[in-house]
């Protein structure tokens, strides 16, 4: 019975990232705008896509760069040169 509840979870996972990717390659837009526009589009409250984000590594850190580039959040140490 666990195999039914953690199957739609990644479906819902793997749905939003590909909408996600897909604003972003036909609009030619950030993916923290593309989160924001799907909120919009669907009627969701950006606070509740904060779980489907923290569970897309790739999607979290592009965000994250840019709101440090943006000066939204207080950036965070890295390599010389990365």
């Given at each position: 019975m666990e195999e039914t509840t953690i199957a739609p979870a990644l479906d819902t996972l793997s749905l939003f990232q590909a909408e996600i990717?897909?604003?972003v390659w036909?609009?030619?837009i950030t993916p923290m705008e593309a989160?924001?526009?799907y909120c919009e589009?669907?009627?969701v409250e950006i606070e509740s896509v904060g779980a489907l984000v923290k569970k897309?590594?790739?999607l979290k850190a592009s965000i994250a760069e840019?709101?440090?580039s943006l000066n939204f959040m207080k950036k965070s140490a890295r390599l010389?040169?990365?």
């Open positions: 990717d897909e604003l036909e609009l030619d989160v924001i526009l589009t669907k009627n897309l590594p790739v840019e709101a440090e010389p040169g990365l």
